[in-house]
């Protein structure tokens, strides 16, 4: 199926996407041109089709999209820049309706104009083939951008004249809008209005999104103040505003794997998926001991994802207590952070079924079931990449000491943990180490990321209890 059958046929842009995802970048360029030429040339007709709701969807109030008619936030920091971002949205009404009465008021441009319009339009059959993206549209935002600057200059030309002599200035305003220039530049810039508020009721989007943050907004302050049901009621008030927000489900799914209600938490995930709402439906599996569905969760969400879902889960999620931790078998999230993807061993090798690399630096984070003792000891097994020896410098608790990771060759490190940290529930162990580039020392690799040692199981063994003494007879 051609890239434009895929947005044409009325499943929208999102498969479009992913035909050109597979296709190299340098190539899509001639893939896209050639296939709007045979479009061009054999079914000019299927220009037509979807034409205006595609055409609409250019002329979209893009911020207002991505945080109130999205389902997901996909990782952008939409809350933290929603004041820079509504005023873009305004600006962006403002210059655009002025573009119009530019390009209708001024009649003999010359040949700038034909650029523009040619510009304008060529982006604007692009991407109605293609798939509507903000990116594609930036030539039509230049254009309108200037003549909508021409059109503001103008009006405070007018705005000065006025001050100078009100009678003159309305005169000259009356006299240009009974022109068939001006008529023509208000009914566009009408027209332009009309279209952008026919696309989308944006005043009811906009109060139905802001009680979705306002509810959400009131569940976090009640979870910090330890009130449970008060945060799971408005969490709810808050998918009643808007029940398609995914990031908003996935939150309140969080609080009920907290709250060990596993079967709520499932109910509340739905079936839409980002991969933030796997990261908590593969903690949800893995609490419920359903590893395989938990490492297929995990793993989607850490390949797919557009962030650092290591360090996302380690934020997010509060993994069971244990005392031994194995690396790269996809059930580790939320313990660690800092390193490449799990990797695996033929088992005839000798070495660990499953490890990661660390990436410079990282950290593994053990929530104990026990509280730490006295002669505690760490257990770490791993090994070093390059030959020789790589140092692998811990930090656990103040103290910080090196390892010597010898390269290709697994050991078993063991190290004792300081007795400052005894009692403590939870052992952190921060890791660094130096770092090389598999490609540059091996050109059939074809790896190019930067790592450092390999690491496959970190544990703590506690010291065994003491016997009570018995008294002598």
Same mark, same amino acid.
């Given at each position: 199926?051609?890239?434009?059958?895929?947005?044409?046929?009325?499943?929208?842009?999102?498969?479009?996407?992913?035909? *050109?995802?597979?296709?190299?970048?340098?190539?899509?360029?001639?893939?896209?041109?050639?296939?709007?030429?045979?479009? *061009?040339?054999?079914?000019?007709?299927?220009?037509?089709?979807?034409?205006?709701?595609?055409?609409?969807?250019?002329?979209?109030?893009?911020?207002?999209?991505?945080?109130?008619?999205?389902?997901?936030?996909?990782?952008?920091p939409l809350r933290e820049v929603w004041i820079i971002g509504a005023l873009g949205d305004v600006l962006w009404l403002i210059f655009s309706a002025a573009s119009v009465f530019a390009l209708a008021s001024r009649p003999r441009e010359g040949g700038f104009r034909l650029l523009a319009l040619g510009w304008i339009a060529y982006s604007c059959l692009t991407v109605m083939l293609i798939h509507v993206e903000p990116r594609y549209l930036l030539p039509i935002w230049l254009f309108m951008a200037l003549y909508g600057a021409a059109t503001l200059g103008a009006l405070w030309n007018w705005l000065a004249l006025r001050r100078r002599n009100g009678t003159a200035a309305r005169a000259e305003a009356r006299a240009y809008l009974r022109s068939p220039w001006g008529v023509a530049g208000v009914f566009l810039c009408g027209a332009f209005l009309f279209l952008v508020f026919s696309y989308r009721d944006y005043p009811r989007i906009v109060a139905a999104g802001a009680q979705r943050e306002w509810h959400r907004a009131a569940a976090l302050s009640a979870y910090r103040r330890g009130d449970y049901p008060g945060a799971i009621a408005a969490y709810e008030r808050m998918l009643a505003a808007d029940p398609d927000f995914v990031d908003g489900r996935a939150e309140l799914a969080l609080l009920y794997l907290e709250l060990g209600d596993y079967d709520r938490g499932w109910e509340v995930l739905g079936t839409r998926h980002t991969h933030r709402g796997d990261v908590v439906r593969g903690a949800l599996a893995r609490a419920q001991g359903n590893h395989e569905l938990a490492r297929f969760f995990f793993e989607d969400a850490e390949v797919r994802a557009g962030e650092d879902v290591q360090k996302l889960a380690m934020e997010w999620l509060r993994p069971a207590p244990l005392t031994a931790l194995r690396l790269g078998n996809g059930l580790d999230f939320g313990y660690l952070d800092g390193f490449?993807?799990?990797?695996?061993?033929?088992?005839?090798?000798?070495?660990?079924?499953?490890?990661?690399?660390?990436?410079?630096?990282?950290?593994?984070?053990?929530?104990?079931?026990?509280?730490?003792?006295?002669?505690?000891? *760490?257990?770490?097994?791993?090994?070093?990449?390059?030959p020789g020896d790589t140092p692998l410098s811990l930090m656990v608790g103040e103290?910080?000491?090196?390892?010597?990771?010898?390269?290709?060759?697994?050991?078993?490190?063991?190290?004792?943990?300081?007795?400052? *940290?005894?009692?403590?529930?939870?052992?952190?162990?921060?890791?660094?180490?130096?770092?090389?580039?598999?490609?540059?020392?091996?050109?059939?690799?074809?790896?190019?990321?930067?790592?450092?040692?390999?690491?496959?199981?970190?544990?703590?063994?506690?010291?065994?209890?003491?016997?009570?003494?018995?008294?002598?007879?």
């Amino acid at each position: 199926m051609a890239m434009s059958d895929a947005v044409n046929s009325g499943r929208g842009e999102g498969e479009a996407k992913a035909i *050109l995802a597979a296709i190299p970048q340098e190539e899509r360029q001639a893939f896209v041109s050639a296939d709007i030429r045979r479009i *061009l040339n054999e079914e000019p007709w299927r220009l037509t089709r979807n034409f205006w709701p595609h055409f609409q969807h250019i002329w979209k109030a893009q911020f207002i999209e991505d945080y109130f008619v999205k389902v997901s936030f996909f990782t952008r920091p939409l809350r933290e820049v929603w004041i820079i971002g509504a005023l873009g949205d305004v600006l962006w009404l403002i210059f655009s309706a002025a573009s119009v009465f530019a390009l209708a008021s001024r009649p003999r441009e010359g040949g700038f104009r034909l650029l523009a319009l040619g510009w304008i339009a060529y982006s604007c059959l692009t991407v109605m083939l293609i798939h509507v993206e903000p990116r594609y549209l930036l030539p039509i935002w230049l254009f309108m951008a200037l003549y909508g600057a021409a059109t503001l200059g103008a009006l405070w030309n007018w705005l000065a004249l006025r001050r100078r002599n009100g009678t003159a200035a309305r005169a000259e305003a009356r006299a240009y809008l009974r022109s068939p220039w001006g008529v023509a530049g208000v009914f566009l810039c009408g027209a332009f209005l009309f279209l952008v508020f026919s696309y989308r009721d944006y005043p009811r989007i906009v109060a139905a999104g802001a009680q979705r943050e306002w509810h959400r907004a009131a569940a976090l302050s009640a979870y910090r103040r330890g009130d449970y049901p008060g945060a799971i009621a408005a969490y709810e008030r808050m998918l009643a505003a808007d029940p398609d927000f995914v990031d908003g489900r996935a939150e309140l799914a969080l609080l009920y794997l907290e709250l060990g209600d596993y079967d709520r938490g499932w109910e509340v995930l739905g079936t839409r998926h980002t991969h933030r709402g796997d990261v908590v439906r593969g903690a949800l599996a893995r609490a419920q001991g359903n590893h395989e569905l938990a490492r297929f969760f995990f793993e989607d969400a850490e390949v797919r994802a557009g962030e650092d879902v290591q360090k996302l889960a380690m934020e997010w999620l509060r993994p069971a207590p244990l005392t031994a931790l194995r690396l790269g078998n996809g059930l580790d999230f939320g313990y660690l952070d800092g390193f490449s993807f799990g990797e695996a061993l033929p088992a005839d090798e000798g070495g660990p079924r499953t490890y990661r690399w660390l990436q410079n630096q990282g950290v593994i984070r053990l929530p104990l079931p026990e509280p730490l003792s006295v002669g505690a000891v *760490l257990r770490l097994r791993l090994a070093g990449g390059p030959p020789g020896d790589t140092p692998l410098s811990l930090m656990v608790g103040e103290e910080r000491m090196t390892l010597p990771a010898r390269g290709g060759e697994w050991r078993i490190y063991r190290v004792l943990v300081p007795a400052s *940290l005894s009692g403590a529930s939870q052992l952190e162990i921060r890791l660094a180490a130096p770092t090389f580039i598999p490609v540059q020392s091996n050109r059939a690799s074809g790896d190019a990321r930067m790592l450092s040692v390999m690491i496959s199981d970190v544990a703590v063994e506690q010291p065994a209890p003491t016997p009570p003494a018995q008294e002598q007879p």
